[in-house]
């Protein structure tokens, strides 16, 4: 079936410093994927999403590139705010047709905390 | 409203209690679906409706579980004879249809803690 695995957790780090959270996933054929963020007290929001492979999703600074040799969807930011400290969670959605439904598939989470 | 809405936002239950769960999807959704998330982990898939029908209940973790959209709009998520390892949040989300191209908004949950 379908997984996705996220970097260990808690990632901690000072205000304007270079953001990675790693992602890699198991799939047959071409799902999508996506990252999700959770601020404190709030739902689960899009961050940005991929389609297909070599697609390169972006949104508010963070981008992520859909890799198929090495079934990754890392999330980068080059300069991360103390408004960026929230959950992330990579997902993916199986490919169309078949029983999927569009649901996702989600990694475990990986905390940000951002220091001034 | 403007997203999806769940009630209650907290609900404390003591163990062998009935829970009854709501969700108010947003306006015209087709899709809807319910996730399950523990403590410090991502959320995991219960099942779906595509308007009133269920198609895919194959995550509700056991026949304690039940969930209904009778017309197709609200839903409601029934947990019967509550157990400790049921203590979650359990998301709501909703979306115009299945496709890549319409994404899934979620509700803020709610947070069931079975005593």
């Known amino acids: 079936g379908n997984s996705v695995t996220q970097m260990e957790g808690p990632v901690t780090l000072s205000e304007e410093a270079f953001l990675t959270i790693n992602c890699t996933y198991t799939a047959t054929g071409y799902p999508s994927l996506f990252w999700y963020v959770q601020y404190p007290g709030e739902g689960l929001q899009l961050l940005l999403k991929?389609?297909?492979?070599?697609d390169k999703g972006s949104n508010k600074g963070f981008e992520a590139t859909y890799r198929k040799e090495t079934t990754s969807f890392h999330l980068e930011k080059g300069s991360v705010q103390v408004s960026d400290s929230a959950v992330y969670f990579c997902?993916?959605?199986?490919?169309?047709?078949?029983?999927?439904?569009?649901?996702?598939?989600f990694g475990q989470g990986t905390i940000l905390t951002v220091h001034p | 409203g403007a997203g999806v809405s769940q009630s209650p936002r907290y609900k404390v239950a003591k163990r062998g209690q009935d829970v009854a769960l709501r969700c108010d999807p947003i306006?015209?959704?087709?899709?809807l679906f319910w996730y399950q998330q523990a403590l410090g982990q991502g959320p995991e898939f219960l099942t779906y409706?595509?308007?009133?029908?269920?198609?895919?209940k194959s995550g509700l973790p056991s026949d304690r579980f039940f969930a209904e959209r009778p017309e197709g709009s609200v839903s409601t998520l029934k947990i019967q004879r509550t157990q400790q390892e049921d203590s979650a949040v359990y998301l709501c989300?909703?979306?115009?249809?299945?496709?890549?191209?319409?994404?899934?908004?979620f509700g803020n949950g709610t947070r069931l803690t079975v005593t």
């Open positions: 989300a909703s979306s115009k249809q299945t496709g890549d191209n319409s994404p899934l908004h």
């Open positions: 409706f595509q308007n009133e029908a269920q198609l895919d």
């Open positions: 991929a389609t297909k492979a070599d």
């Open positions: 997902a993916l959605k199986g490919a169309a047709g078949g029983t999927s439904y569009g649901k996702l598939t």
């Open positions: 306006s015209g959704h087709v899709s």
